[in-house]
């Protein structure tokens, strides 16, 4: 089975700085658009960036500038590396891409979601 597991969130300061990672793991043939996306307590989920398998790149407009996002697909992992970040960026932070498994037709795959907290 195709798994996405995100990691690197926490509490940080206002101003200070994350790094996410979201690994996809199981029997995968290829990925392509990977994205993040966050959900805000209280609030519906919300787009923030995505990264195709050639590297182009799309942010949110709240986000861009100071967010970053890459991926390594030697690893099958996308990052997000979050800067000046802000208490209104808390929130739950998920992972979501385009992936063929091997054994079967392409899907559409999500995280299980990774929280952030800004907050002095």
């Known amino acids: 089975q195709v798994q996405l597991v995100e990691s690197g969130g926490g509490l940080v300061q206002p101003g200070g700085s994350l790094r996410l990672s979201c690994a996809a793991s199981g029997s995968i043939f290829s990925i392509n658009t990977m994205r993040w996306y966050r959900q805000a307590p209280g609030k519906e989920r919300e787009f923030i960036a995505f990264?195709?398998?050639?590297?182009?790149?799309n942010y949110a407009d709240s986000v861009k500038g100071r967010f970053t996002i890459s991926r390594d697909n030697t690893k099958n992992t996308v990052y997000l590396q979050m800067n000046s970040l802000k208490p209104e960026d808390t929130a739950v932070y998920s992972c979501?891409?385009?992936?063929?498994?091997?054994?079967?037709?392409?899907?559409?795959?999500w995280g299980k979601g990774t929280l952030v907290t800004v907050s002095s």
């Open positions: 979501n891409a385009d992936i063929r498994p091997s054994y079967s037709h392409a899907g559409n795959y």
């Open positions: 990264i195709t398998s050639s590297g182009s790149t």
